[in-house]
């Protein structure tokens, strides 16, 4: 199963992920987005539609951020669910995934 659908244009990559990312989708979560990253596109994730997120999978966003800040590659979660952000705040990512000015 594929932990997200995807929409391409010319400079963004918007990453639209499932109601549930745990730890069986973990592997293949790591995989498609270093396939996103590569392609040098600026990242848009999508995580309005997450009723479940694992922690593996929110490491994996974070690690996914920081690769591509180091490779100068616009990343950023305009869009989140409740479920989303409460995994963010329990496991105090959400001040290193989210930009200060959106948290509200």
Do not use: Y
Not at 31 to 53: F, H, P, S, W, Y
Not at 73 to 85: L, V
Request: hydrophobic share 45%; proline share 3%; net charge negative.
């Amino acid at each position: 199963m594929m932990p997200f659908t995807s929409n391409e244009s010319d400079d963004h990559i918007h990453v639209t992920l499932k109601s549930v990312l745990d730890l069986n989708l973990a592997e293949t979560l790591h995989q498609k987005l270093l396939d996103v990253l590569m392609t040098g596109k600026a990242i848009n994730i999508l995580a309005g539609e997450v009723d479940r997120i694992t922690t593996p999978c929110l490491q994996i966003m974070l690690a996914l951020k920081n690769r591509a800040m180091q490779e100068k590659i616009s990343f950023a979660i305009p869009e989140m669910s409740d479920a989303f952000r409460a995994a963010l705040k329990e496991t105090g990512l959400e001040s290193h995934l989210v930009n200060q000015e959106k948290i509200l």
